[in-house]
């Protein structure tokens, strides 16, 4: 975002972080409130919008038969994707993804697919020729910060609450079975925390203000064994060993409570 | 990162790995420095199979102007691979991958860059895999920081990269191709040797929390080793009487 | 490089701690000093810098420059002093004062591919440096064979106290104009003189940072 943070707000933030405290009120390791609804689109076969503080993103799922990738005809397709909409914020121009988008939509979808998060091996219709693709697409309704985990979340949300149609193979092609949808095949519960470095105080879900005054951010996502399962990180400047030892941490007790969140939100 | 079953042992019972490694040997690593007439500065690598060349310029003009910043200079960065660099031609327009990864490269050097003596004015990094070989990006870092050693950019520090990954439950060092798709984590770790800072960390895999501990110190450890092999890059091409280092 | 108050250095090496306060091509962390530069380090009484050996020529008040005109706008010339910064030429310092941009057409005086001599005037980085050429021995240059060398070695090609410079000229009839920025002109009027000259110059580039330089271009430019 192309936005100046004026010099007196960052000057703000800085003063109270050094005296312990954000310039929202929350504690370092506080998420914004979140709140989640799924079902919100009901020609998508599963979605959810999220609001995250003022963050707020509306996800759909989409699943439709597809071929499979080559050397992994015995799974299906996981694709996601992330868009800003031009809604979402002043600076935004429609056209194109930049290279921020396109790091956020990449981002998103490795913590959901590394995490095993859906049994790829159930999405099979007839190995190497015809498996279930699920899509999920991102779309940034109004950007207040910290879309990655907003984003994650949303993406989370959509699949837990999906419903996966059936499909039968005739005449070699896949053929809907109506009124035969169930369940996606769930694994485990990711979960994305971002963390920003302003100076030495590592805060959680940075907000927008706070983005433009970080040094670097990390966005550390975690199973519901607490395994890491995906890392970036992103920004201007480093971190040390040291505060990527504690941002480790931070993000498995950050994780906890929002699963819990998502957990409510299956189907 | 994994999916991709494999009949390949990918670590033998006698700490073996299928490319005859051993658990914290890196692939073989030879940086060259100033290769290129034109570009101001620049550099070759090889490591592993990945053949990368970085050219460097500036400090210089900023097109177009909005782009330009009154307080500092800007980095600029394109990581970019030759269609005849993978087994499957690559389509030579730049993929959302390749942007992703000159955005983690740039912000993997920028820390290392004194751009505020340089205001309104931008630092070009071109970074051209004409082979790639699994771990690309580190080797494009340890080029690309040599490169602008080279065009004599003020620099805080060297940026070196490596990664580390885990393999049958053991933590590697410098995670080659076959081991990126079959394995179990990969790691990629950018650091500033002496101002002992991570500039660029992502991970791909299922990682414990001590395991994550074990993988970052191992590719810090690979990251000192490039290090090493950047300075002899360097001390070749100017120190060429040899210094008294 | 036997004395231990000189060091060969690249980004980021420490080349000491303590009280010394950070003069060229340093940066000071914590009390570490450290090279920002690929140079030569050097620890005087109470200062540490690195002389480079590479980089572009950043202006300085005062330095002489060899440059080229590449436009001009009603007031001003654009002069590319091989740098990135773009050297301010004013109007009024050739026409004088009395200069008047109606009147007064700046190509009779200098044309896009002229080469000058010029001095910088001030710069400060919020904006491209002024120049001048309103001194005896700057302004226009007429004729001469230019050549480039990186600016990092113009220290080297002087010499102490002009020593090094003096020796190429007078071993060889030819007048050489050095700029700070790197760009050199050579006039001779003996073509073997020229070439003599300019492969000292070429040496001396090479072969900046190794001892026994003088010795070496003092034999090369005595023989035949």
């Not at chain 1, 003063?15 to 979140?34: V, W």
């Not at chain 1, 369940?183 to 485990?188: G, L, N």
């Not at chain 2, 991958?97 to 740039?106: H, P, Q, W, Y």
């Not at chain 3, 070695?153 to 020796?167: A, C, E, F, N, Y």
Request: charged share 25%; hydrophobic share 40%; aromatic share 4%.
């Amino acid at each position: 975002m192309a936005s100046v943070l004026d010099e007196l707000k960052r000057k703000e933030i800085v003063d109270l972080l050094a005296r312990g405290k954000r310039i929202d009120g929350r504690s370092f390791d506080q998420s914004r409130p979140l709140s989640i609804e799924t079902g919100v689109i009901p020609k998508a076969n599963g979605s959810a919008r999220v609001r995250l503080g003022d963050t707020e993103i509306v996800t759909g799922v989409k699943i439709q038969p597809d071929k499979p990738f080559p050397d992994l005809g015995d799974k299906g397709i996981f694709i996601c994707t992330a868009e800003v909409l031009p809604i979402a914020h002043p600076d935004v121009e429609p056209g194109p993804p930049g290279e921020d988008v396109i790091e956020l939509a990449r981002v998103v979808d490795r913590g959901i697919r590394e995490s095993g998060m859906i049994d790829m091996s159930q999405l099979v219709l007839e190995k190497d020729k015809s498996v279930i693709g699920i899509f999920a697409d991102n779309s940034v309704v109004d950007h207040d910060g910290n879309l990655f985990d907003a984003c994650s979340y949303a993406t989370t949300a959509a699949i837990l609450s999906c419903n996966v149609p059936k499909w039968e193979i005739q005449n070699e092609a896949p053929v809907l079975v109506e009124g035969h949808e169930s369940d996606p095949p769930i694994t485990t519960i990711p979960v994305s925390v971002t963390m920003g470095r302003i100076g030495e105080h590592i805060l959680v879900d940075p907000n927008a203000e706070e983005w433009d005054c970080i040094d670097a951010r990390i966005t550390i996502t975690t199973n519901s064994d607490g395994k890491i399962c995906a890392i970036q990180k992103g920004g201007n400047d480093g971190f040390t060993v040291e505060q990527l030892l504690k941002c480790a941490d931070i993000s498995a007790s950050a994780a906890t409570k929002i699963r819990e969140k998502l957990k409510q939100t299956k189907g | 990162m994994g999916g991709r079953e494999s009949t390949l042992v990918l670590l033998d019972k006698n700490g073996i790995r299928c490319d005859g490694r051993k658990v914290t040997e890196p692939r073989r690593i030879m940086i060259k420095a100033g290769v290129l007439k034109n570009a101001d500065g620049s550099a070759y690598i090889e490591f592993g199979d990945n053949k990368i060349i970085a050219g460097v310029f500036g400090p210089r003009d900023v097109h177009p102007k909005h782009m330009s910043n009154t307080d500092t200079g800007i980095i600029r960065c394109r990581y970019h691979m030759s269609p005849f660099s993978v087994t499957e031609r690559k389509n030579p327009a730049p993929s959302r991958r390749e942007i992703e990864i000159s955005k983690v490269i740039k912000e993997a050097l920028q820390p290392s860059l004194m751009l505020e003596k340089f205001p309104r004015t931008v630092v070009d990094v071109f970074i051209e895999v004409l082979q790639a070989d699994g771990g690309s990006r580190c080797a494009a870092i340890d080029a690309a920081s040599v490169a602008l050693a080279d065009a004599g950019i003020p620099m805080r520090d060297m940026v070196c990269a490596c990664a580390a990954g885990k393999v049958a439950d053991t933590i590697i060092l410098d995670v080659n191709n076959e081991e990126d798709q079959a394995g179990q984590a990969d790691m990629p770790v950018a650091y500033m040797p002496n101002l002992n800072k991570v500039t660029l960390l992502q991970l791909d895999g299922v990682l414990t929390r001590d395991e994550y501990k074990k993988c970052i110190e191992t590719a810090i450890d690979g990251c000192k080793l490039v290090y090493q092999i950047q300075k002899k890059a360097l001390t070749d091409k100017f120190f060429e009487n040899g210094g008294d280092q | 490089m036997q004395d231990d108050k000189k060091r060969y250095v690249i980004p980021g090496d420490v080349i000491t701690t303590g009280p010394y306060r950070p003069d060229q091509n340093v940066t000071l962390d914590g009390n570490r000093i450290i090279a920002t530069v690929i140079g030569i380090s050097e620890i005087s009484e109470d200062t540490v810098r690195v002389i480079p050996l590479t980089g572009m020529y950043i202006p300085k008040s005062s330095d002489l420059v060899i440059g080229k005109v590449v436009s001009h706008t009603s007031l001003s010339w654009e002069v590319d002093i091989n740098s990135c910064y773009v050297g301010i030429l004013p109007a009024a310092d050739v026409f004088g004062r009395d200069f008047s941009a109606h009147a007064d057409e700046l190509s009779t005086k200098l044309a896009k591919g002229d080469l000058i001599a010029a001095r910088i005037v001030n710069f400060d980085r919020t904006r491209d440096p002024l120049i001048t050429i309103a001194d005896r021995e700057l302004g226009k240059i007429e004729s001469g064979t230019l050549i480039k060398i990186s600016p990092s070695k113009v220290p080297r090609l002087i010499g102490k106290r002009g020593s090094m410079i003096q020796t190429i000229e007078m071993a060889t009839n030819a007048v050489i104009t050095i700029g700070q920025n790197g760009l050199i002109v050579v006039s001779c009027e003996d073509s073997n003189g020229l070439l003599k000259a300019i492969k000292a110059i070429r040496m001396i580039e090479e072969q900046a940072h190794m001892a026994n330089l003088t010795d070496k271009v003092k034999e090369m430019l005595e023989s035949r």
